[in-house]
């Protein structure tokens, strides 16, 4: 996981578009508006709130994750395996 996977979750999260993403900080921008915290500031707090989120099992490599999930496709945005 890293913050790639935190942008995209960001990104579904306020509709923001991968056009609009084109502007480097448009995104950064964007969360601060909605929220009045940094990305880099909550980006630990929703690494942690991770490991809370429901186990999603990958549909080819049947590999366990937890997982935030696109709210409108069956995708995982920001995902953490689950080590057995």
């Known amino acids: 996981m890293?913050?790639?996977d935190f942008e995209e979750l960001i990104a579904d999260m306020l509709d923001i578009t991968d056009d609009e993403r084109e502007d480097p900080?448009?995104?950064p921008?964007?969360?601060y508006e909605d929220f009045e915290l940094l990305m880099e500031d909550v980006?630990?707090?929703?690494n942690k709130?991770?490991?809370h989120t429901p186990t999603v099992t990958a549909g080819l490599s049947g590999k366990e994750f937890h997982a935030f999930v696109s709210k409108t496709s069956p995708v995982m945005?920001?995902?953490k395996e689950i080590k057995q």
């Open 43 to 46: 980006y630990p707090l929703v």
């Open 49 to 51: 709130l991770l490991e």
């Open 25 to 27: 900080d448009y995104l």
């Open 2 to 4: 890293d913050m790639f």
């Open 29 to 31: 921008n964007m969360f």
């Open 77 to 79: 945005l920001m995902k």
